[in-house]
């Protein structure tokens, strides 16, 4: 059985960080492409960053890209996404998400909330 779970939400001030982890469990992890996503109230999901199986490369959404770092340690089948600088518009629910295009194999966790707010 597939496991993403993701963890780190919370409350935070403008201007402040905070680090989402994402555990997965069930798959092979170190051949999946990781990445994040949001969705806010009344918007459609977006990616937010992706990484490869290695780590070795990287994509962000240009709204994030410098502020947000996404990294993964496969010895421990997690990935994070370090986010500084928040802004109130980063205000969402972020989704972790496994993908291996190859067997089209696709998996969500259950999202953590993210809210930047003075």
């Known amino acids: 059985q597939v496991q993403l779970v993701e963890s780190g939400g919370g409350l935070v001030q403008p201007g402040g960080s905070l680090r989402l982890s994402c555990a997965a469990s069930?798959?092979?992890?170190?051949?999946?492409?990781m990445g994040w996503y949001r969705q806010a109230p009344g918007k459609q999901r977006e990616l937010v960053a992706v990484?490869?199986?290695?780590?070795?490369?990287?994509n962000y959404a240009s709204s994030v890209k410098g502020r947000f770092t996404i990294s993964r340690d496969n010895a421990k089948n997690t990935v994070y996404l370090q986010m500084n600088s928040l802004k109130p518009e980063d205000t969402a629910v972020y989704y972790c998400?496994?993908?291996?295009?190859?067997?089209?194999?696709?998996?969500w966790g259950q999202g953590t909330q993210v809210t930047v707010s003075s």
């Open positions: 990484i490869t199986g290695t780590g070795g490369n990287t």
């Open positions: 998400n496994a993908n291996y295009p190859i067997s089209q194999l696709d998996y």
């Open positions: 069930g798959i092979i992890f170190r051949i999946y492409t």
